[in-house]
């Protein structure tokens, strides 16, 4: 999102809030990246999705200003495969 027009992200999250169940954005871990995100999430937020991530329960994301980056993540647990018997994982 960050390479396209102010116009056109708004169009496209216009179309996307009226057609999809699920929207990721996912930018670059910098300032403008982080600044894409929370824009875009305000616009899908007041064109009436949820908000999953980041911060679901705010409304609004904090201005951490121009030297810090939040960042937000989730790790599921890995479980190895079951072993065979002989060791080896059952696929």
Do not use: K, Y
């Not at 871990?29 to 679901?56: D, I, K, N």
């Not at 121009?66 to 647990?77: I, Q």
Request: charged content about 20%; proline content about 14%; hydrophobic content about 40%.
């Amino acid at each position: 999102m960050n390479e396209l027009s102010p116009s056109t992200v708004d169009t496209v999250l216009s179309r996307l809030a009226l057609s999809a169940n699920t929207v990721l954005i996912v930018e670059p871990g910098t300032p403008r990246g982080f600044a894409v995100v929370r824009q875009a999430r305000e616009r899908l937020v007041s064109l009436g999705m949820s908000v999953a991530a980041p911060l679901p329960t705010r409304r609004h994301l904090p201005d951490c200003g121009p030297r810090l980056v939040p960042f937000f993540g989730t790790a599921a647990p890995i479980r190895p495969p079951p072993q065979s018997e002989e060791g080896r994982p059952r696929l």
